[in-house]
């Protein structure tokens, strides 16, 4: 099952959403000039699309709060926390590959704190957006978007202004190899259950590069992310939500 708000949102807080196939640009009314005053953009590996890491999905990640971990491991989760909290903008675009195996791409927008928009490549009808508070999951097609607090979904840590990931969120796993540094946070709720996300972050250049959310049931979306541009100017009706135009469907 591929759940269009799967990379962000709990599937028990999904079933409502449609499927995602990607999503077109600018049918909702949103600029057309999404950057302004940029720079040349800082390119993260390469500008073509990436191969997603999938997660092997028998690894078992122990759920322990009180989980120690070695001086490494906390200067690597140490490092990714510095690298998340100094970002103010990010713009690209993105792969994403859902529990079923099917692969999605776009183009997302974030200013932090709280702000983002995910929009995927067309025949999809369907944009995430976040105005700090809100993030809303819109299908143009139907006119309608699913509202969901920001502070339920995964993705807040990544909108965060500032983050120290030892401290302000539960670190179950902390791993790294030649290429990536990988960082599990677990987050147990009661009426959704434990999901998980996975941050992975380059070794050599300490930028992101892919996230993984795993929801109650068990099922993995994978996010990959490039041809990044951290000096853009965004435009702030990007980031709008549109209660009038776009009511919503949830109960």
């Not at 202004?161 to 709720?189: A, H, W």
């Not at 380059?202 to 000096?231: E, F, R």
């Amino acid at each position: 099952m591929v759940l269009t708000a799967g990379p962000f949102i709990p599937q028990a807080f999904a079933q409502a959403v449609p499927m995602p196939r990607p999503a077109p640009k600018d049918r909702d009314g949103a600029p057309t000039a999404k950057l302004h005053e940029t720079v040349e953009p800082e390119v993260t590996g390469t500008t073509q699309p990436p191969e997603p890491i999938i997660p092997d999905r028998r690894r078992n990640v122990p759920a322990n709060f009180f989980a120690t971990f070695s001086a490494d491991q906390k200067a690597a989760a140490a490092r990714v926390s510095a690298y998340l909290s100094s970002l103010r903008t990010l713009a690209g675009n993105f792969v994403q590959v859902g529990p079923d195996g099917s692969r999605s791409t776009g183009e997302f927008y974030i200013q932090k704190p709280g702000k983002v928009r995910f929009e995927y490549d067309p025949p999809s009808p369907i944009a995430m957006i976040s105005d700090g508070s809100s993030l809303v999951v819109r299908d143009t097609k139907l006119a309608t978007q699913d509202i969901y607090p920001l502070s339920q979904t995964p993705l807040r840590y990544l909108l965060s202004d500032r983050i120290d990931l030892m401290k302000d969120t539960n670190v179950v796993g902390v791993t790294s190899d030649d290429l990536y540094i990988s960082i599990t946070i677990e987050e147990k709720q009661a009426l959704i259950g434990t999901s998980r996300l996975m941050l992975m972050v380059g070794v050599k250049d300490g930028k992101l590069k892919q996230w993984t959310v795993t929801d109650p049931q068990g099922y993995d979306t994978t996010v990959a992310i490039y041809n990044l541009n951290s000096t853009a100017k965004l435009d702030p009706a990007l980031f709008k939500i549109d209660y009038t135009r776009y009511p919503t469907s949830n109960n």
